[in-house]
């Protein structure tokens, strides 16, 4: 399977080579069940706002912030019927390096985390979220079987995060200041302890957006063009 991302990942950059312009807008997992914005995270209220599936989505405005929203089950080996939920929001600002890399700097103070565990209490736990992130490159190019335009991004290892898709442009995002200002009263009064927001994740494990097919798709494509060139030489 290596292999294939490789391959895969080698296809896609030649379609196009990340570029700065290419990143504005929204792009979410397929099912397009996780959006950045308010119906992902409430900032007056400091609370997250449970999606029907899990995904992931980030957005991008063209004077350099960004903004990312995860929600992700965890699965549990001991007990496979007692998986964990996590949802995880922060913004802030992204660069991109003269490599190609692109980097997310968050606004430490914003970022939120809840981490449900539905079998071993009713609440779930609600933290403050500040994580760095860099990826070693990034492609956008147009999905022939979406139909649609697609941006990968590679982690430090080459390996590529869950496909994501274009969902609006210009970007669905929350202000991008720093809204622990304007927070403050309320969300003081959540943060750094148990919370009611507690969500289902148990209904996740057959419906999870990122056990994600289309990553076949490409294997496919990638096995077709190799079968191909084997034919080919044959
Ligand atoms: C946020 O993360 C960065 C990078 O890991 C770290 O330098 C900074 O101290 C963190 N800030 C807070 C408030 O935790």
């Not at 294939?4 to 379609?15: G, P, R």
């Not at 929203?69 to 080996?77: G, Q």
């Not at 995880?88 to 700097?105: A, I, K, N, P």
């Not at 209904?203 to 084997?230: I, T």
């Amino acid at each position: 399977m290596i292999v294939v991302y490789f391959l895969a990942s080698l296809l896609m950059s030649t379609v196009s080579a990340g570029r700065a312009a290419d990143l504005v807008g929204t792009w979410t997992t397929k099912s397009r069940a996780v959006v950045t914005g308010p119906g992902f995270y409430d900032p007056v209220e400091d609370r997250f706002i449970e999606p029907k599936l899990t995904g992931i989505s980030f957005s991008f405005t063209d004077d350099g912030h960004f903004e990312q929203a995860f929600y992700r089950a965890i699965s549990n080996p001991q007990d496979p019927a007692c998986p964990q939920g996590i949802m995880q929001w922060q913004h802030g600002t992204y660069t991109v390096g003269s490599d190609g890399s692109l980097r997310l700097e968050p606004i430490a103070v914003d970022g939120r985390q809840l981490l449900s565990d539905p079998c071993s209490s009713s609440k779930g736990t609600y933290i403050r979220y500040n994580q760095t992130e860099k990826y070693t490159s990034f492609t956008v190019a147009v999905d022939p079987y979406y139909d649609s335009t697609r941006l990968d991004l590679y982690s430090f290892d080459g390996s590529p995060i869950h496909p994501m898709y274009l969902a609006y442009r210009p970007p669905e995002m929350l202000p991008t200041i720093t809204l622990n200002a304007i927070t403050s009263g309320k969300a003081k009064r959540h943060l750094d302890r148990d919370t009611d927001s507690s969500f289902d994740v148990q209904k996740l494990v057959s419906k999870d957006d990122l056990v994600d097919p289309d990553r076949w798709l490409w294997a496919g494509v990638v096995m077709s063009v190799m079968g191909g060139v084997a034919l080919f030489f044959s």
